[in-house]
């Protein structure tokens, strides 16, 4: 964590999400930490998944090819807000979830959801601003269901003009589908680029 970033000048905000605005429009993200703080973010390296080079695995493919899968964007956002937070250890502490809640309420935040037999089986979550989506955490009760959220989300940025998919760091798993890191300094002209269009994450 930069330290000038925990203590720069978003702290000036006066509301929290105006305060997550600001900071996600910056390239500057939080975690809630165990002891109920939050701290803020700005990697060096950067993840980002190119929405052009996602790559579909041979597992996910047959995934895609159950029919049973109902796909529903911002049906039960709290709903996947909750199972991306029911684990052992998680950043999203009550305060990172009313933030979320209150984006989710001014249109900022969206969900995408895999439902299977009428129950929620999995999903992610974000918050986009101009043409940049910003990943931020996803979950499954049933096996796949998440990358089948996550191959409907790159659908769904595709089609309606996003230029920039975020997911903060890069890890093995994103890296089947093709995420990768870039240097912060170029993470910043993509970001920067991507907030001059405009784009609409489609509503339920």
């Known amino acids: 964590m930069d330290k000038a970033i925990r203590e720069g000048n978003l702290n000036n905000e006066h509301s929290f999400t105006g305060l997550l605005l600001k900071a996600y429009a910056s ?3 939080p975690m809630g930490t165990p002891e109920g703080n939050i701290e803020w973010y700005s990697p060096d390296p950067r993840g980002i998944l190119p929405l052009d080079e996602f790559h579909t695995p041979h597992g996910l493919r047959r995934a895609l090819r159950n029919s049973d899968w109902e796909i529903r964007i ?8 909750r199972g991306c937070s029911f684990r052992r250890e998680t950043w999203i502490t009550r305060d990172i979830e009313c933030g979320y809640i209150q984006l989710f309420e001014e249109g900022h935040a969206h969900s995408v959801e895999v439902w299977l037999e009428g129950s929620l089986a999995g999903g992610l979550y974000g918050v986009s601003l101009g043409a940049a989506f910003f990943g931020e955490s996803m979950f ?5 269901a998440s990358k089948v959220a996550l191959w409907h989300l790159v659908k769904i940025l595709r089609q ?15 890296a089947t589908f093709g995420a990768r890191e870039i240097s912060r300094h170029e993470y910043l002209l993509r970001l920067s680029e991507a907030l001059e269009k405009r784009a609409s994450f489609p509503t339920a």
């Open 27 to 29: 390239g500057i993200f």
């Open 74 to 81: 911002d049906h039960d956002f709290r709903g996947v807000l």
């Open 140 to 144: 499954h009760r049933v096996t796949d």
């Open 160 to 174: 309606n003009g996003y230029l920039l998919l975020d997911t903060q760091w890069n890890t093995p798993h994103l």
